[in-house]
C-alpha cells in the first residue's frame, strides 16, 4: 500500500490494465452490435416487404372512441388478431374495406398492459350474436363479409367501448409454417380426436407436432360435442405452447431459428399500416421477459348457444360480462378481472 502512496506507479498500472480491458470489451460490444445491427436491418426489411399491408384496416375516426391520453390504458396496447381459412380474392377485398364471402373463423382479442409482464389473449366465438353497425344484428364473423375489416373492428370498438391500435390477418397456413420454421411445437392435447383435416390422431398428452399436424388440431370442430367452443381451446392451447417455444432463449438467441421463422411466416400475415417493423421491434424490446407462462387466454363468456329469429345457431353474447371486460380493459386491469372472475 505504501508503495501506491508514494510513487503511485502500482496504481497507473492497474488502470491503465483495467482500461485496456474496458476498451477490449467495449470493442467487442461495439463489434457484436454492428452485427446485431445487419442482422436486425435484414429481419425487419424481411418483415416489411412480405407481410401485406392492410390499407383500410380501420374505420373513420368518428365512429372510434378514444384513446385514453394519460394513465396505464394511455400506454396499453390492444391488438385485433383474425384467422382466415387461404389467401386469396376473398381476403384481399375484405382487407380493403369491402363486402366479400370472407368470414373470419377465429377473433381474438390481445390486449397488452402497459406494465408489459403479461400478454392476454381473448378469444370470441365465431357464432357470438351482435349488433354489427349498419347491419342489425348477425354473427360476429359475419362483420367480416359484410364490410371487411374495418367493420369487424368498428363492431369490436363498439362492443368494448375500447381503440384497437393494430390488426393482424394470418392464413392458418401461417401456423403450419411457423410450426416448422420452429423445428415442431410441443403441444398438451387435452381430448383425443381425429382429424377431418388430414385426418391426423391425436393422443390426449403432450406430442410434438409438425406443420401439417398443427393445421389439422387448430382447424377440427367436428370431432368434439361442442364443436367450436373446443376448437377456440385448442387454438388458444397451441397459440400459448408457440409462445412457450418462441419465448425462450434457445429460439431468442439463435439468429437462424428467428430469420428463418420471420421469413417464413411473413408472407401469411396481413397487418395495418402502423403494424410495421419499427413498432414490432419495440414492442418486443418491451416485452423482453415476458415468458410462456405469462400469456393468458381466456374465452369471451357467453350465455350458451341458442337459436335466432331466422332460425340460425348462435351463441348468446354475455352483456354483462362485455361490459366488465370493457371497464377492464380501459382501466388496463384486465388481470385483476380475469382472477375475479375464474377465468383462465
Partial sequence: MSEDIDTGQPARRTRTIRRNVLLTFLGIFLIALVASGAFIFNLANSYDTKTQKIEHAFPDETLRPAKPTEGPASNAMNILLLGSDSRGDAVDLAEEGVPSDQRSDTMMWVHIPADRKNIYMMSIMRDTWVDIPGFGEAKINAAMAFGGVPLVVQTLEGMFNNRIDHVAVVDFQGFKE?????????????????????????????????????????????AFADGDYQRVRNQQIFLKSVMNTILTPATLTNPIKVTNLATKVSPYISVDKGLDAATIGALAVSLRDVRGPDVKAFTLPTLGTGTSADGQSIVLRDDAAITAIGDALKSDSLGSYLASAGLK
Avoid at 179 to 200: C, M, Q, R
Fill in 178 to 222: 411457423i410450426t416448422d420454421a420452429l423445428g415442431g411445437v410441443s403441444v398438451d392435447v387435452p381430448i383425443p380426436f381425429t382429424s377431418t383435416h388430414g385426418n391426423y390422431t391425436f393422443a390426449a398428452g403432450p406430442q410434438m407436432m409438425t406443420g401439417d399436424q398443427a393445421l389439422g388440431f387448430v382447424r377440427e370442430r367436428y
